[in-house]
């Protein structure tokens, strides 16, 4: 049995793949031609419930292909849909097995769909084969319902289709119903998919798909490469996938093509120090061909191509040619790179160095360095990603636009203009399982509504928004549907500042005093409660000092911080700190989204020490994202806090240091 190969393209040399054995060639894949550098453009019209309207060209490329098993896995782009610019939002794969086709969006593991041979995953089943009449598939839970309609598919028609494409006979018109809309494909043996339409019944939600060109290019007896997903490097935050099969180039992190002498792509990083520029990230001796700003994620980068040289010195001979792209992250400069001896090499490297930059994108925290400040006239402001550009559309109604010359590329969007009519229950009423999260910024309260949009209101879409109470208005901040999925939207409203002037007034307990320990027992002396101390702290962190303060309302505090002295407390250590107050507040749900001064995103109720409590994240910049744990005992109410160094929470894993918190909190006793 002959082992799949790897390529890049057909000017890059062939390995195999480590451990892999090739899978029988799916059937459907005679009339689907799924194959490398197959590409569908498509004329796409979009009419959607945030009425806007847009009609542009949609390139799908296949760029990549494994085997798995009995499986064929393809992984799809889509390029120059207003929506899908961010990498998991435009990737996708289609899972070949046997008769049928699966296709994957980019959040989810192809894997997942591999391992189960497709069972329980009917209704991600677009296409089997043959085709008939009246055939159906989908989930067997759907398929056994006596209407025999919502959430499978049907062939209801065997008839030409003409596109600008041209005319397509003896294609299958396959329709897909959910309750408040259905979805109408046209399927073509030996093209595939001709035409889409999407209806919405009750709101404008409209897309028509029609096929304009179609290259089929590549072989589907050649899939193209296999990955090494998520793989960290070294001591840094950087995550991103790797070409699987590759050599290591020592101890560098760079990873050379077998048989391709010269072509390699790799990874260096430098501190961004004051006065540091990303040209100092190049090689040496090297001219520049092209620099151009570049968009990854939601941050902005640098992309160089360079001529590299064997000295400076005149006559020099070239011995490569590179690609660099500079991410910049909060303290790091990351330079993603590829490198070949000749231009023809380079391009053939070009698909593989965008994907590692694509999945670099998907995993790196939120860096705000580079962002922008949006200061209203009514008085307020908040940071967003420099990327986007804020836009007027109206008076008291701002836009901010991913593309300037696309006046439909709307990521977020921010409504000063009134109170809106609707309450806080017949806003959650459209959505499915919403999650609410309460909170204080500058004195103003508010909420944020996450989740899938219901029936009559543009089902299935996910959406965010806002809802801020600013004086005698309400402040309203949504993102649109699909850049939902990755816009860092929590962080950009912690960043929002009211002026006081504006903003509701809120009490709180006003501190009367405060000491300072250095011993323990010196701080339990000066409490008037005894206190508990956790006898597993993670790092073996020494204890560092105490607090005691009094505060107006007759409550007091204690304050343990774990930490490794150091002239300044800052991200770039690991903090635990323990506070205890003997108060007659309760723990709730409404208390933990209440407290001053601190965002408490994603809560979530856990049982810790027989008590009902609530863990938390709260974004920053200079000091990094916190976890935090909160829950009341007896008279005291408890809050383990891990700051600074730690795994970084946020909205990708809000909840990845809670363990680690409940571990604390178990093993408080008293001294």
């Given at each position: ?42 004329s796409v019209t979009l009419d959607d419930v945030v009425e806007f309207h847009w009609t542009g060209l949609v390139t799908e490329t296949i760029t990549a292909g494994k085997t798995q098993g009995a499986a064929w896995i393809f992984q799809s782009d ?481 304050r343990i911080l774990y930490t490794v002295p150091s002239d300044k407390l800052d991200a770039n250590q690991k903090m635990v700190d323990v506070q205890l107050t003997k108060t007659d507040a309760s723990v709730t749900l409404d208390f933990v989204t ?43 109410n408890i809050k383990v806090t891990l700051l600074g160094a730690w795994p970084q929470p946020d909205e990708s894993n809000p909840h990845r240091l809670d363990d680690l918190l409940l571990e604390i909190a178990e093993s408080l006793r008293a001294p």
């Open positions: 049995m002959v082992e799949p190969e790897l390529m890049a393209t057909a000017t890059v040399a062939c390995i195999p793949l480590a451990g892999a054995t090739s899978a029988a060639r799916p059937a459907i894949l005679d009339v689907f031609p799924l194959s490398v550098g197959a590409t569908w453009i498509y889509l390029q120059g849909h207003p929506f899908r610019s961010q990498p998991m939002d435009r990737l996708q794969s289609y899972v070949a097995l046997d008769h049928r086709v699966y296709k994957v969006p980019g959040d989810r593991d192809p894997m997942e769909f591999v391992a189960t041979e497709g069972q329980s995953f009917g209704v991600s089943q677009i296409l089997t084969w043959p085709l008939g009449v009246g055939q159906k598939w989908g989930p067997a839970e759907f398929l056994a319902r006596d209407d025999g309609r919502y959430y499978i598919w049907r062939v209801e028609a065997k008839e030409s289709m003409l596109t600008p494409n041209g005319k397509f006979d003896d294609c299958y018109r396959l329709a897909f119903d959910w309750t408040d809309s259905r979805q109408l494909a046209w399927f073509c043996p030996g093209t595939g998919f001709v035409r889409w339409e999407t209806h919405h019944r009750g709101s404008r939600h409209d897309e028509v798909w029609e096929l304009n060109e179609f290259h089929k290019q590549g072989s589907t007896s050649a899939p193209v490469i296999n990955w090494q997903p998520r793989i960290r490097i070294a001591d840094t935050e950087l995550v991103l996938d790797l070409p699987a099969g590759w050599a290591r180039q020592g101890t560098d992190w760079a990873w050379a093509l077998l048989d391709a002498p010269g072509q390699l792509v790799g990874v260096n990083w430098n501190e961004r120090e004051p006065g540091w520029e990303p040209t100092a990230t190049l090689p040496n001796h090297a001219v520049m061909l092209d620099a151009r700003p570049v968009q990854v994620g939601w941050s902005k980068a640098m992309s160089y191509t360079v001529q590299v040289f064997d000295s400076a010195a005149q006559g020099g001979q070239p011995i490569a040619v590179e690609t660099h792209i500079i991410i910049l992250a909060e303290k790091r400069a990351y330079d993603i790179y590829a490198s070949a001896r000749t231009a023809d090499g380079l391009a053939a490297l070009t698909p593989i160095l965008k994907h590692m930059v694509d999945s670099a994108a998907a995993y790196l925290p939120v860096s705000m360095s580079d962002w922008e400040t949006f200061v209203s006239p009514k008085g307020y402001s908040l940071k967003y990603p420099a990327v986007l550009e804020p836009q007027k559309r109206q008076e008291g109604l701002y836009v901010f636009l991913q593309d300037t010359q696309n006046p439909q590329s709307v990521v977020f969007s921010i409504d000063e203009r009134g109170t809106p009519t609707k309450t806080r229950d017949e806003i959650k009423a459209g959505f499915v399982h919403p999650t609410v999260t309460d909170f204080i910024i500058s004195g103003s309260e508010g909420f944020m509504i996450e989740g899938t949009l219901g029936p009559g209101y543009g089902e299935g879409l996910f959406v965010r928004s806002a809802y801020i109470a600013v004086k005698d208005y309400k402040l309203v901040i949504s993102c649109s549907p699909v850049p939902c999925l990755t816009l860092p939207f929590g962080t950009i409203i912690s960043t929002l500042t009211v002026q006081p002037a504006l903003s509701k007034p809120a009490t709180y307990p006003r501190p009367l005093r405060s000491f300072e320990f250095a011993k323990l027992s010196d701080a339990q002396n000066a409490a008037t409660f005894p206190f508990l101390t956790p006898t597993f702290v993670p790092g073996h962190l020494p204890f560092y000092k105490a607090w005691v303060s009094d505060y107006d309302d007759g409550s007091q505090s204690i209440h407290q001053f001064k601190v965002i408490a995103l994603d809560v979530r109720d856990v049982r810790v020490r027989g008590q009902t409590g609530y863990t938390y994240w709260s974004p920053a910049v200079a000091a990094g994202n916190s976890a935090a744990l909160m829950w009341r005992e007896g008279q005291l």
